[in-house]
Structures are given as C-alpha cells and as structure tokens.
C-alpha cells in the first residue's frame, strides 16, 4: 500500500486487476537467459513495456513474469532465492508434483513441449496483448527481432485464438465464476462474499487474516532503497509486495472425443441427450447458465450467471451433480465445515485462483454450438493443436492451485463419491488405479457413467513470479546478484 494506506495499482502488474478481455489478441513468449550481461540492457527494456493496473491500455498492454530458473540465471543470491515459496522453487514436475497434478501417463512432463524435463529450461514469461491480430504480429514481430543478438533465446511462441462469446473448445462459455476482491470491485457489481486481496496479491491479509509467507529482504540487501518496507512493521523490505505466483499449465483438448463420449454415454443412458450429459459433467449449459439456476433446459438470458449457492437450493445434487466441475473447482457453501454458513463460504474462498487465461487453436466448428460441432463429427479431423493456455493468479500455489488440483479435482472421493474425478480436467489415473465414473445423482437412484476417457492433457507447464514494479527494477538492478 502507499503511505496513505491505499493500494498502489502503480505498483502491480495490470494482469492482475484485469484480463484485457478488450484486448482479443495474445501471445505468451518463453524465454531463456543466455547471456547474463548481454541480457540486462534487454530485460530493462522488457520491463519498461511492463504495463501496470493504475492504466488502462487501449491499444496494447505487456506483463512479465520469471521461474525459480530465471532468477537463477539473473544471478539472485542463493539467501535471496530461498525466501520465495517451496512450491515455486520446486516446479511442477517433481516426482511429487506429478503425483499431486496428476501429470501422469500422456500427461507426464516427457512428453510436454516446453517447461518439463527434456526441454529447454525456460526463464521468464513475456505475455503480450493487442486490440488485434495485426497490431500483435507486428508488436511481437519487433520482439522477436531483437531476442538472439540480446543474450535471450526464444524457446517458445504460444499463440492465442480469439473464440466467439468467451466460449473453450468443447463450446461452453468461460470464465464466469471469478473472485470478487473488493478493492477491484469497479470491476463488476458488488458482492457479499469478496475474496481478501491478500489471496491474490502478496503483502495483505489473507483469508486468515494473516500474511502469507513471501520473499523479505535485509536492508543491507537493497542498498539503493528500491524496495517498500514491510506491511508487519519489521525491519526488512518486501520484495513480494504486489506480486504473486502464476500458474501457467498449457492443456490440449480432445474435441471429438469429449462429444463422441457424450454420444456414446446417450446412448446408454437414452434418457438424456448428448448436451444435457456434457452439462451435467460441466455445471452449466453451454451458454454459461447454471443447472443449479435451471437444471432442466439453458436459459441463455439469465442476467447473472454466477448469483447462486448450492447448500439451499441443490444440496443433494439433483439438480448440479455433485461432481460437476464447477462444484469442485468452487465449491461455494456445499462443504463443511457447517454447510450453507459463511463458515463454509470462507473455506471454499481460501481456494480460489484469479484465472487468465485464452484458448489457442481454430474451434472444431467455427460455429461453437454444441448442437453443430455434434452433427460434424464424423468428418476427418486433420491433427490441429487446440486446447486452453490456462493462466491463474495466487498468493500461496500449495494452498490454492495445488489443492484445488489434488484435492478436489483429482481426488476421486470428493464430496462423498467413490471413482469419480472430476469428468473435465481430473486426471484418469492419479490415485494409482483407473477413476473413471461420473455419478448424476437423482431420484429414486443415482445414475453412473463409467468408462469416460481423459478428454484433457498436460503439454507444458511453469511457476512463475510475477513481480511488483518495484520488486521487478529490484531483480534486473543487480543489487540481489
């Protein structure tokens, strides 16, 4: 915060307040440090494009973010490294990590494209946004340019696709159940459960009303005064302040496959058509409308699709199935302790992940209706590289992407089931022995689809740091070297 107790948006990367969503255009370019003095004239360079939450870019918005590895490779002291979060420092591939994310089978690091352990280590994430598709060519196009003859190697160009409607590749619409944090609340309407800032951003309370763990500086170790002092009131300076951790997991899609398996499920259970099935796994109707809103048919003109709780309205699941993926991802009032309480509410809260990110390949059908993309699946699909880049925000990785990860989508005994994942994004085979079902709960029994393949997979992945402004020209200064 400044010295008047507000929070200093001048100091944190826009990514975090906002997604550019105005902004169709993206790209993720993933670098390597090769030259640490031939680097800094560059990276000082990338960290003046580094746009900050107190704008509002019209035209064209930058953030950057670093590995445990880069900051290696920026040659921070070893004292220094130590201070950031066991889990950034570790990675995500660890034997344990593997386990825990369920990165295993055609999801093991091997096989990724970037960020496991046959591929280049990669440094530092420069994520780049442009009102389109031309402004970003050029803009990245001047990027690249510049990389080789600047102690940098491009490891790797991750493009974007801007589909219709903020819909994913299986043709739901996206991105509606975010955080509330009340010191961003320009952004949307106000609500009565906002997420504490401290969740999302380091130096703030969070919801224990404490500070979570973060990277703290001895004042000999910032000689030029760069950094802010730390919000407890000790003696050293804040070198997480207005950062966080990003997740950033690139995940391909199998399209004809998810809706072939919703087909082959219909036909088994004739009771439900192949759009109701794919709801039920989801939580929603494609057009972003909750079952627990309107379990029976979409309501595409429901106003807000996110003003709702489960305890009240659908605690036995008979009208959101208990494991859908948006009831394990947030699960709102449903858990203990005391469900349909604020207690419960807290909980759930202490696990939510600011989300941003964008798909990337051409849809299935340009159309990106369920109803289309099912009449086309007989037709040859060439190979295309599709899926979800998907990017998310958090103070603590282990308490929040880790956990929701592990223990929510992966564990196939959430909430009382038995072999159930969660049908989306759960891995198959995490817990040792194949998980394959997805339980409808209804009256006078339950309904259990079994046999469902894994429609998702892991094909790269990093933590990163993503630094305050302060923190950032701190790093690239020398002074931590």
Same mark, same amino acid.
């Given at each position: ?21 105005? !902004?169709?255009?993206?790209s ?14 560059? @990276?000082?360079?990338?960290?003046? #494009? ?27 002291? *070893? ?6 979060s066991?889990?950034f420092?570790?990675?995500m ?7 825990? !994310?369920?990165?295993?089978?055609e999801?093991?690091?091997e ?5 496991? =352990? ?8 420069? #994520? ?9 060519k ?5 990027? *690249?340019?510049?990389?080789p003859?600047?102690?940098?190697? @491009? ?28 010191? +961003? ?8 459960d =906002? ?5 999302f ?6 919801g ?17 005064? #760069?950094?802010p ?7 050293r ?5 207005? &950062? ?6 690139? @995940?391909s ?11 082959h ?10 759009? *109701?099935?794919?709801?039920? #796994? ?11 809103q ?13 003003? +709702? !709780? ?46 941003r990110?964008?798909?990337?390949g051409?849809?299935?059908d ?27 925000l ?8 880790? +956990?929701?990860?592990?223990?929510w ?7 009382g @089931?038995?072999?159930?994942p ?5 891995a ?9 079902? +997805?339980?409808?709960?209804r ?6 689809l079994? &046999? ?7 094909r ?17 200064? &020398?002074d931590?070297?």
């Open positions: 915060m400044d010295v008047n107790g507000r929070v200093d948006f001048g100091d944190i990367q826009g990514l975090v307040v906002r997604g550019y969503g105005h !902004l169709h255009a993206a993720y370019l993933l670098l390597r440090i090769t030259d640490r003095p031939r680097s800094q004239a560059a @990276l000082r360079d990338l960290a003046g #494009m580094v746009t900050y939450a107190d704008l509002h870019p019209d035209d064209l918005a930058t953030n950057l973010a670093v590995t445990h590895h880069g900051l290696v490779d920026l040659g921070i002291e *070893q004292g220094i490294l130590e201070r950031f066991n889990e420092r570790s990675g591939t660890t034997p344990h990590k593997r386990r825990i !994310l369920g990165d295993v089978a999801s093991a690091p096989h990724w494209l970037w960020g496991g =352990p046959e591929t280049t280590q990669v440094d530092l994430l420069l #994520m780049v946004f442009a009102r389109d598709d031309a402004l970003l050029a803009h990245v196009q001047r990027l *690249q340019d510049g990389i003859d600047q102690g940098l190697e @491009l490891i790797a160009h991750l493009e974007t696709f801007t589909l219709p409607d903020f819909r994913e590749h299986f043709g739901f619409r996206d991105s509606i159940g975010q955080p509330y944090v009340a010191e +961003f609340g320009r952004h949307g309407r106000r609500r009565p =906002p997420v504490p800032l401290g969740e951003l380091l130096g703030y309370p969070n224990y009303e404490r500070y979570t763990d973060r990277p703290l500086i001895e004042p000999g170790e910032d000689p030029h005064d #760069m950094l002092p730390d919000p407890e009131g000790s003696s300076k804040d070198l997480g302040l207005n &950062g966080t951790y990003l997740v950033f997991r690139q @995940l899609q199998d399209v004809p496959g998810f809706w072939r398996a919703m087909m499920q219909s036909q088994l259970h004739p009771e439900w058509e192949p759009i *109701q099935l794919a709801s039920k #796994m989801v939580g929603r109707w494609p057009s972003g409308t909750a079952l627990v309107s379990p029976d048919k979409d309501r595409p003109e429901q106003e807000d699709k996110d003003d +709702f !709780l489960y305890h009240d309205a659908d605690a036995e699941g008979l009208k959101c199935p208990l494991g859908a993926h948006i009831r394990r991802t947030h699960p709102r009032d449903s858990l203990e302790p005391e469900p349909g309480s604020e207690k419960s509410i807290a909980f759930s809260n202490r696990h939510r992940l600011l989300r990110g964008r798909v990337y051409p849809p299935y340009i159309s990106m209706d369920p109803s289309s993309i099912l009449k086309n699946l007989e037709r040859e699909d060439e190979p295309v590289a599709r899926g979800l880049h998907f990017i998310c958090n103070a603590n990785i282990g308490r929040q992407f880790e +956990f929701v990860q592990h223990t989508a992966n564990n196939p005994n959430f909430n @089931l038995h072999h159930d969660d049908p989306i994004i759960g198959r085979t995490a817990y040792g022995r194949p998980q394959e079902d +997805f339980t409808i709960q009256q006078p029994a339950r309904c259990r079994q &046999g469902l393949p894994s429609f998702i997979q892991t790269g992945g990093g933590y990163f740091f993503l630094p305050g402004r302060r923190a950032l020209h701190y790093l690239l200064s &020398g931590a070297s």
